[in-house]
């Protein structure tokens, strides 16, 4: 079975600039999650997808951000446009059922640097 | 006060002894517990949850609760190099669908 798979897996881009992350879960899982790490800091929750839909965008930083699951495949993440402050590692998880940590599946993750 | 509290180390343990790592957390709502192992330049990967009182053990690993005093602790028995990592302590509250994440404690284990 293929894991969760992210790309690009490194990106450094000028501020200002936008960025597209990409995820492709495992396949048949409904759950897919994005989170981020800045550096020296904890990880933390983005938004929860259902298939194609929104469950949880709580955690979303502000509306330079903006996912989409179309068709409840793949998900995209954009930053439009990039601050510095975008800068960490962006981590996508999926997993079957809804019971959160329970089978997460974790990508390797894009390194966003914005300069 | 953050919400999940870890030591960020580096701890560092001798090749065969039990390395011990602890977590705190602040909502009394949180339900269930998660340890997660990061090697450097790598993805987080479950080792273990726990969600009711005492002790749950698999391998050398083993998961303690204690919800009264509001912490989380892993237990790593005879030590192997490939063990150092980071580990992270991630709590879900109140079944909300998102993990609330500590900053994560490097485990150092010397041969």
């Known amino acids: 079975e293929a894991g969760v798979t992210q790309f690009p897996s490194h990106s450094v881009i000028e501020k200002g600039q936008t960025v597209t992350l990409r995820c492709d879960p495992i396949?048949?899982?409904?759950?897919l999650y994005w989170y981020r790490r800045v550096m020296g800091k904890e990880i933390k929750f983005l938004l929860h997808?259902?298939?194609?839909?929104?469950?949880?965008e709580s955690g979303m930083p502000n509306n330079r951000f903006l996912a989409e699951r179309t068709g409840g495949t793949y998900s995209t993440l954009k930053v439009q446009p990039a601050e510095l402050e975008d800068s960490g590692v962006y981590f996508c998880a999926s997993s079957p059922g809804a019971a959160a940590g329970y089978g997460y599946t974790f990508g390797s993750g894009t390194r966003l640097t914005v300069v | 006060q953050k919400e999940v509290e870890q030591n960020s180390g580096p701890l560092s343990v001798p090749e065969g002894a039990i390395a011990s790592l602890n977590c705190t957390y602040s909502?009394?709502?949180?339900?269930?517990f998660f340890w997660y192992r990061q090697y450097s330049g790598k993805s987080p990967e479950l080792i273990m949850f726990i969600y009711s009182n005492g002790d749950k053990e698999d391998g050398r690993f083993t998961a303690q609760l204690n919800k009264a005093s509001q912490y989380v602790s892993l237990l790593i028995r005879d030590s192997q190099p490939s063990d150092s990592a980071t580990y992270l302590c991630?709590?879900?509250?109140?079944?909300?669908?998102?993990?609330?994440w500590g900053a994560g404690t490097k485990l150092i284990i010397k041969p």
């Open positions: 909502d009394r709502g949180s339900q269930s």
């Open positions: 991630a709590v879900n509250v109140d079944s909300n669908y998102q993990l609330i």
């Open positions: 997808f259902v298939k194609e839909s929104k469950q949880d």
């Open positions: 396949s048949g899982h409904d759950n």
